[in-house]
């Protein structure tokens, strides 16, 4: 070997080992002591404000005020190995005694206890990029301490303030999210937020992957201020709308949404008595990459069905909640060839001619069935039409009045399924072992509830 190459061979060993050194060096010195300093003042603040909630000697007691304590060795906090820089604050649920306030004495008990939110203590963990403030019960900021402090936090991804009260700061919250324009998930679930949703407050966030408004009161958008404003959102994956009081008037303006990949509009059930809907769903074939939809409780009616064939991407469907009973229009249903998981559960569904539309769905692997009516008309002709689904591998038929085993026949010639639930009906006569023994993959049978005599 040339012994320059070998010289600069031993010298490029050496840096390296120099590197290895330093970076483990690195990764015991613990956490800046600004942000240490920081997360004491924070603690303080935090004691004071969820009083009588927090006691000083059993809140945070890993946080303590002494030089050899490490911040990154502290509970709810998070460091970068190397840097040592906090980068993830989980501050979720500070209240000892959440859970009997909120979900045993109610909503109004926990609000009763609700406090202000000081931002500008967060100011100093220039390096975060996870924050978790839900379950709370934070009434809203200090005047002139909102989250348009949060401005000069470049690497905040995630922020989660749900099932809080930033609804009584309406006019303000949203606006001043608007400023962290490094945000890729903001969740906003459950915060009596109300009235029309200001969508152009978040055109700035041009990270955003993820809003989640869901259980809120919104109740529509004002013109020209809907969400056709976050077209410009163009990594826009994942929009989270369920339970609020949105209708109609919002479809058109989610056409323009085209990088959405996941859309949930359940629980909105002004949707599912507008007869308009059905026109406008169908404007949302423009959505070619949409992959997960949520109808579920709306009211709507068989009607829908025709307007969602033009989402052809479509991998998971849910239409579980509302008032279908299955019909001639369900055909069309046949062009969602991507789809892969679909729910019907609790609806009205007690004919079985729905069932030759459902399988020529060939790639579904995954039906729910459950809470309909389908130990009436359905005879054996109509379940061996499943034999088709040639990728089925969950069916669950759960809460249906079946009364009796012979349709199992026709089920076990669907010889990909794993999962079948069949608790909670009428079944009688003997254990089905000879009708499900040809289920070869069958790895999980329930059962239960029923009224097998041996």
């Known amino acids: 070997m040339n012994m320059g190459v070998f010289q600069y061979y031993f010298s490029m060993k050496a840096l390296l080992w120099v590197l290895v050194i330093f970076v483990q060096t690195r990764e015991y010195m613990g956490c800046l002591e600004e942000e240490r300093v920081g997360l004491l003042h924070l603690k303080s603040f935090l004691i004071i404000s969820i009083q009588p909630h927090t006691y000083s000697d059993y809140f945070l007691p890993s946080w303590i005020d002494h030089e050899k304590s490490d911040c990154c060795g502290w509970e709810r906090v998070k460091c970068n190995s190397t840097t040592g820089h906090v980068i993830e604050l989980s501050l979720d649920n500070l209240m000892q005694n959440y859970y009997d306030l909120y979900f045993y004495y109610g909503r109004e008990n926990y609000e009763e206890h609700s406090w202000l939110l000081n931002v500008s203590l967060l100011e100093s963990f220039k390096e975060l990029r996870s924050l978790d403030l839900s379950f709370n019960a934070i009434d809203g900021c200090i005047p002139d301490e909102g989250f348009e402090k949060l401005s000069t936090l470049k690497n905040l991804e995630i922020l989660n303030l749900g099932y809080n009260f930033f609804g009584h700061d309406n006019s303000h919250i949203v606006q001043s999210l608007g400023a962290i324009t490094s945000l890729k998930t903001l969740n906003l679930t459950k915060n009596k937020l109300e009235g029309y949703f200001p969508a152009q407050e978040l055109v700035t966030l041009r990270n955003l992957n993820t809003l989640d408004i869901s259980s809120n009161s919104y109740k529509g958008t004002l013109p020209n201020q809907g969400f056709e404003r976050l077209a410009v959102l163009r990594n ?3 929009l989270i709308l369920d339970a609020n009081g949105f209708g ?3 479809i058109p303006s989610l056409s323009n949404l085209t990088s959405l990949m ?18 406008g769903f169908k404007r949302l074939a423009v959505l070619r990459n949409l992959k997960t939809l949520n109808l579920e409780w709306n009211h709507f009616e068989d009607s829908i069905i025709p307007s969602l064939s033009g989402l052809t991407s479509l991998t998971t469907l849910s239409l579980a909640g ?3 009973r299955g019909g001639e229009g369900w055909k069309i249903l046949s062009i969602l060839e991507n789809l892969e998981i679909l729910d019907l559960s609790h609806n009205y569904l007690n004919d ?3 069932l030759q539309s459902i399988a020529a769905i060939k790639s579904l692997k995954n039906l729910n069935l459950a809470w309909n009516d389908l130990g009436g008309s359905f005879g054996t002709k109509g379940w061996k039409m499943l034999s088709s689904l040639e990728n089925l591998e969950i069916l669950d038929l759960s809460k249906n009045f079946l009364n009796n085993t012979s349709f199992l026949q026709s089920i076990a010639t669907v010889k990909s399924l794993k999962t079948l639930n069949l608790q909670y009906n009428e079944l009688t006569g003997s254990f089905p072992t000879k009708e499900l023994a040809n289920l070869s993959n069958l790895e999980v049978l329930i059962l239960g509830v029923n009224h097998f005599g041996g």
């Open 262 to 279: 996941t859309l949930n509009l359940s629980r909105n059930y002004d949707l599912g008595v507008d007869e308009r809907v059905v026109e």
């Open 352 to 354: 079985a001619s729905f």
């Open 248 to 250: 109609y008037s919002i």
């Open 236 to 238: 826009l994956e994942t």
């Open 322 to 324: 509302n008032k279908i």
